[in-house]
Every structure is written in structure tokens, then in C-alpha cells.
């Protein structure tokens, strides 16, 4: 028998996602909330809420008494535990059990069987499974530690046992990494998962992160439903998923669907898991895959599964967990086209990819589309308005500002964009959870589809307030090796080592640029020339404009017959109104879309992945500009600054101590990471401005060097 009421043991995007497929089947919805999440679209989305407790999710979402209490309050008749918020889901499950509520997920044998990485690792060599060679006991102090990393050889990686998401993991190269990260380890895992257990186990070099979907029921049925490609890593946390793999084989898929499938079968499965597997990119055999560890839960990262296969995995596990049969066997598992998957987090790209925090002052994500809408919905149509070209009344405002008059194909029409969330504009992004803002999932029929159709989204998603890696995102889409699909774990650490700056801009790219900007300040002049009450004739808006974007002097030249940039025409078309906060041109038969947003003197340009500020002046004015005295910013190198609001954990020196390059200073935690804080230059520390425990605001001086 169905359902008649879930609650979500979770919130944000999770929670919503999972109330989406129930209001769907018929079944009724119950949210749970901290005080931090009194308003947020999970609350509102539900049919009832109950509050937990304090925003800290130790007093709140991870005290199953409480979500258990809201159960039996509401009358739920099953919880989903979302992305498994909670850390001790085994004995939740159990509880469940005890009190007559069905849990949506699998059967707590299994649970506590895949939970623990160490007895996971024999579980699965057991079952024929190919492991990872690494010492699987538990490991006593940091000079046991050193002595295993050195049987094993470096490079080792030190993992917490009841680890997952990036956290609770360092990866060490010598036996100094290992001692300065495994007490580091062991506190992230006993302060995020309860437990401080550290296993450790060699690393693949070049490798590749790829899971497989396995979805089972009670009768005994198991499927694996393909591949995803999770390699586009950064500190362990996923960015970047697609399905399916660039990398796989048809027989690799079989051979790791069908050990995924037995690993499952060994414990007793049943309900949407994953299986984890590390992949070595250099071995063409396709035999070079082995376990890493098995999800027993709802993956992040599912709806790419869900686009390649039409299948909606909440809605199988909740039929599962009444107990119905899958409807469908191994064989009717197929591949329908590609997609890409962009995690949008709430840090900084540009200061080392630093926690963000702080309100939403503006969200406004790309539109949701389907099939059907995607192909027919008429392209945007460009048309000037605000320009005259000697004459003082505006030209016609639907008429068209272009340098051709062919059509536009701007994206694939088959391609479909989906914008799973739990936030809203006004609302607040959190210190006390996880920095993931939204998920950005595309589909095509084809991989390089699927990309331009993420680029094309990510420069109309609009984020205001935190700093979020939106340009960065985009970047890694047009990255050329990621369009070839040569992906390792280490993809972003080899091509951005010294920080990301910036997507690179093509030439033709920044005329396209300097030619929006020009048109965007005509506009803004022939406004300003309506104005009423002005004395004399008004003015005509310039016609000619120089333009420098990222260092260079464009020539600009705005009509209604046209644009010219440099002496040559430009075929586009767009539209700009005064007041517009994004820009789509028509430009060489595809659209731009690009954020824009007044300056003193020109506009900031948002697109493809970088900003860029186009300072705007008429022609006749630019050469005075020369004479300008540059504002030199000043020099704080000597301070040691809070990258990020968080908690002075620990302070390594004291005034009057000498410091070398790298040498830790601080270490700061943000958002469950510890981030250690290093010396850049020799100096000796003049004064201390913070001691350890204090809560620390963004850009706070820590300490005083000289």
C-alpha cells in the first residue's frame, strides 16, 4: 500500500526534490526546520513543518529523537532522510522500524555494513570487488601513521572511516603531509561524522572518480543504472558530474555495473544506492577500476542519472519502500543522450575558493525548460531603443539593431536545462551548513550539446551577495580539455595551480564586449537627454565612443544601421534598456547573454565565465583620460587576514616569533573545513589581534607582520 505522508529528515534542495516527486504520487509532505531555515522554500513547499530546534545542525536536523517526535506529531507514515543529513542513519533506521514509520532508503544491515569504510573494503574484496591496496585496521597515532604511509609509498591518501563529501580526507606526498594532516583528519571526522577512525590506502595517480547507480527492491531485484563521471574535483568535493563517462566502455560499464551489482546483492540491498569506484585513466584494458566505498543514499548528483535513463529515482524509492517490485530489469536500463550536472556553491573562486557567506540580495536562476518548451519557445528578437543617429526624435523602438539579417540558432532547441534548489532570493546562506546553492543540470543529445547548453545557463544565472563560482563553472565548461573529455581527480589543481583568474577571453569575444558596452551607454545618453526641465536644445547622444576593456582601446562607433568596432562592422543584435541587468546579443548565428551592471564611468560585463570592466567615455573625451592620477590600493600584505567568516580554531605564534614562506600561522574553520592559514614571506609577528575560539568576520586582521 502507498503512502499518505513523507517527512524529510533533511532541507534546502534536498527537501524540495523529494517533496516535488511526492506531491506528485498523491502523497502528502512534512518538512523539519532549524531557526535558521523558520523561512525557507522547503518550509513553504511542505503541507505541514515542524521546528527542531537552534540553527547548529547538531541541535537540530542530526537529533533524530526530534525528527522521529515530528513523525508521530504530523501522522507521517515514512521519512526520507534526504541526502542522509543525519550521521547515525543506521540506528535511525532502526528506530524507525521500532516506532512503525517506513524508512525510504535501505535496510540498516546494509547501512551499517557500507558505512564503515575499513569493513566496507573487506565486504567488497570478499565479494569479488576489486579494492584499492591500503592498510584497513585502525590506526593508533600519527607515528603508526607515518609508518603505514611508508609500506604502502607515497602518495597515500588518509581518509576518515565514517567519512563523505570531501570531508575528513588529506591526500599526503611525504612523511611530513602525513604528520601535519592526520590529527587534522581524525578531528574533521570525529567533529563532522562522530567518529575519529583514519584508514589509509594508496593513491592512483591520474585517476578518475566514476560511480555506478544501483537501484533494488525487497524481492531481490537489483539493476545498475550506468555510470557517472564525477573526476572535476577540488579538495575532494565534487563540482563537475556528467552521465555517462566520456571514459567508459560499453564492456566497462558491464564489468563495474555487474561487481556494483554483486556488492549490493552481498549485503542485502535494496533502495537507490551508489557504488563508488577510483579509475585509472591510463589503463585502455578497462580493468583498472576498484572500490572506493558504497553510498547507501541519494546522491547529489542523481538527476544526471535520471536524465540519461527517464527515470525518477525518489519516486522508485519510495515505491520501494512500500514494498512494490521495480517495474522494469536490467536490460530495459538504457543510455539516452548525455548530461552534465554543475554544483553552484556559495565561495569565492577568486580568493582561493574561500566560504561565502551572507544573504541573497539577488537570485534569479536560468528558466527550467523541457523538451517541448525548449523547442518551441521563439527566439529572444533584438531591437534598439534609446538610439538616434542625427536626427533628435528615437528611432523607431521595435526596430532592429543588427549588422545582418540572417536568424539566430542560439542553443540546441532538444537541449533542456533544470534548476534543482532550495533557496530563494532574500534568504540567507548559511554559516552553519553546506555553501551548495543550487544544481544546474543540462541535457542533450550529444556531450558538446550538453556543455554549450551549461555555458549558455550559467551566464544567465544571476547570484547576488555571497561570492559563488558561477565564472567558474563556466570556465571549466569551455576548458579545452574538459570539451575532450581527458579527465583526471586532479583536473583542477593541474590547470588552475596558482588560482583561478578568470575564463580566458577570446579577441572576438571582448569586441563583442566594448560593442555592448558602447550601445548600453548610447542608450543611457538618450535617456538622460529626456530629461525634463533641461535648458537649451537637448542634446544628441554620441555616436562615437572609445571603450577600454581589459587594457585595450576599442573604437566604437553606434547607428541604427549598425555597430562597428575598429573600423569593421559587427554582426549582432540586442536590446538594452536603461536600468537591464543582463544583455542577450545575437552574435555570428548564436546568443551571448551577458550580466551587466553600471560603473562610475562604464559597465561591468559578466560572461563566459569572467568579469570584465569596459570603461565607457565619447571619443572626443577619451585622450583627457590619460591625465588621470591612478588610485595605488594599499599595501596589506603585512596583515594577516580572515579570508572568511569562521572560527579562529587554533593560533600557532605568538608576537615576537619569526615565521618562514608556508609556515602555519592559523587555522581557521568555515562551513566544517579547517582551513590552515600560511606565512607568504619571512617576517617576524609585530602584534596579535585575535586569540583561538574567537568568531572571526570576513577580512578581520588575525595578526600584524613586520
Known amino acids: 500500500m502507498m503512502f499518505k505522508k513523507i517527512l524529510v529528515a533533511n532541507r534546502g534542495e534536498i527537501a524540495c526534490r523529494v517533496f516535488r516527486t511526492a506531491k506528485k504520487m498523491g502523497i502528502a509532505t512534512v518538512a523539519v526546520y532549524s531557526d535558521a531555515d523558520a523561512r525557507s522554500p522547503h518550509v513553504l513547499m511542505a503541507d505541514e513543518a515542524v521546528r527542531l530546534g537552534p540553527a547548529p545542525a547538531a541541535e537540530s536536523y542530526l537529533k533524530a529523537e ?35 514509520i517506513a524508512f525510504v532508503g535501505p535496510p540498516p544491515n546494509a547501512i551499517a555494513a557500507m558505512g564503515d569504510k575499513i569493513e566496507s573494503k573487506k565486504l567488497a574484496k570478499q565479494a569479488g570487488v576489486n ?8 590506526i593508533a597515532d600519527t607515528d603508526e601513521a607515518v609508518r603505514i604511509a611508508g609500506d604502502i609509498g607515497y602518495p597515500v591518501m588518509m581518509k576518515a572511516s565514517a567519512g563523505g563529501g570531501g570531508k575528513g580526507m588529506r591526500l599526503a606526498y611525504s612523511e611530513q603531509d602525513v604528520r601535519e594532516g592526520f590529527e587534522a ?16 590506502e594508496k593513491f592512483i595517480e591520474s585517476p578518475r572518480h566514476i560511480e555506478i547507480q544501483v537501484l533494488g527492491d525487497q524481492h531481490g531485484n537489483i539493476v545498475y543504472l550506468n555510470e557517472r563521471e564525477c573526476s572535476v574535483q577540488r579538495r575532494h568535493q565534487k563540482v563537475v558530474e556528467e552521465a ?31 557504488v563508488e569506484l577510483i579509475v585509472s585513466g591510463a589503463d585502455t584494458t578497462g580493468q583498472g577500476f576498484y572500490f572506493l566505498e558504497m553510498n547507501t543514499r541519494l546522491q547529489v548528483e542523481h538527476p544526471v542519472t535520471e ?30 543522450g548525455w548530461s552534465i ?40 528578437r533584438g531591437s534598439i531603443t534609446h538610439v538616434v543617429d542625427g536626427a533628435d526624435d528615437i528611432a523607431d523602438p521595435d526596430s532592429r539593431l543588427r549588422g545582418n539579417d540572417g536568424e539566430s540558432e542560439a542553443a540546441d532547441p532538444q ?15 548559511s554559516m552553519f551548513y553546506d555553501p551548495m546553492i543550487a544544481k544546474l543540470i543540462t541535457w542533450a543529445p550529444t556531450r558538446e550539446a550538453a556543455i554549450d547548453a551549461q555555458v549558455a545557463a550559467l551566464d544567465a544565472f544571476e547570484i547576488e551577495g555571497p561570492g559563488n563560482n558561477i565564472d567558474f563553472l563556466s570556465a571549466l565548461m569551455q576548458h579545452p580539455r574538459f570539451r575532450e573529455g581527458r579527465l583526471t581527480t586532479g583536473f583542477i589543481a593541474e590547470e588552475y595551480p596558482d588560482g583561478f583568474h578568470g575564463a580566458p577571453a577570446s579577441a572576438e569575444l571582448l569586441k563583442a564586449l566594448a560593442a555592448i558596452a558602447a550601445f548600453a551607454a548610447t542608450a543611457e545618453a538618450d535617456r538622460a537627454r529626456r530629461i525634463d526641465g533641461q535648458l537649451g536644445k537637448r542634446l544628441r547622444p554620441p555616436a562615437a565612443w572609445t571603450v577600454r576593456i581589459d587594457g585595450r582601446d576599442h573604437d566604437v562607433a553606434v547607428s541604427t544601421d549598425g555597430i562597428s568596432v575598429d573600423g569593421a562592422d559587427l554582426a ?33 560585463l559578466t560572461t563566459r565565465g569572467a568579469s570584465h570592466v569596459a570603461r565607457v567615455l565619447p571619443a572626443h573625451v577619451a585622450p583627457y583620460a590619460a591625465h588621470l592620477i591612478e588610485k595605488v590600493p594599499p599595501d596589506l600584505s603585512k596583515f594577516l587576514i580572515a579570508p572568511m567568516p569562521g572560527l579562529l580554531v587554533r593560533l600557532d605564534v605568538a608576537a615576537g616569533d619569526s615565521v618562514q614562506p608556508g609556515q602555519p600561522l592559523a587555522v581557521v574553520e568555515a562551513m566544517k573545513m579547517e582551513n590552515i592559514l600560511r606565512a607568504e614571506k619571512a617576517a617576524t609577528v609585530k602584534a596579535v589581534a585575535a586569540k583561538a575560539g574567537d568568531s572571526l568576520a570576513v577580512d578581520q586582521v588575525i595578526l600584524e607582520l613586520e
Open 66 to 100: 526530534l525528527i522521529l517526535d515530528a513523525a508521530r506529531i504530523t501522522g507521517a507514515d515514512c521519512i526520507h532522510p534526504g541526502y542522509g543529513f543525519l550521521s547515525e542513519r543506521e540506528s535511525f533506521a532502526r528506530a524507525c522500524a521500532d516506532a512503525g
Open 131 to 138: 579494492v584499492v591496496p591500503g592498510f584497513l585496521g585502525e
Open 185 to 200: 583528519t581524525k578531528r574533521e571526522g570525529l567533529a563532522s561524522f562522530g567518529d575519529d577512525r583514519v584508514f589509509i
Open 244 to 274: 555517462p563517462s566520456p571514459f567508459v566502455s560499453p564492456e566497462m560499464r558491464k564489468a563495474m555495473g555487474e561487481q556494483a551489482v554483486a556488492l549490493a546483492r552481498a549485503v542485502g540491498y535494496y533502495s537507490a544506492g551508489t
Open 307 to 336: 536524465e540519461i535513463t527517464g527515470l525518477d529515482l525518489v519516486e522508485q524509492m519510495i515505491r520501494v519502500a512500500a514494498g512494490e517490485q521495480l517495474s522494469f530489469g536490467q536490460a530495459d536500463v538504457g543510455i539516452n
Open 341 to 380: 550536472e554543475n554544483r553552484v556553491y556559495a565561495e569565492d573562486p577568486y580568493r582561493g575558493f574561500l566560504p561565502s557567506i551572507g544573504r541573497l540580495v539577488r537570485y534569479n536562476p536560468p528558466q527550467s525548460t523541457d523538451a517541448s518548451q525548449s523547442s518551441s519557445s521563439p527566439r529572444r
Open 415 to 429: 537541449a533542456i536545462v533544470r534548476v534543482d534548489d532550495g533557496v530563494a532570493e532574500g534568504g540567507e546562506v
Open 572 to 604: 549582432i543584435g540586442l536590446d538594452y534598456t536603461p536600468g537591464d541587468r543582463s544583455v542577450t546579443a545575437e552574435l555570428d548565428d548564436q546568443e551571448l547573454t551577458v550580466r551587466i551592471a553600471r560603473t562610475r564611468s562604464g559597465f561591468k
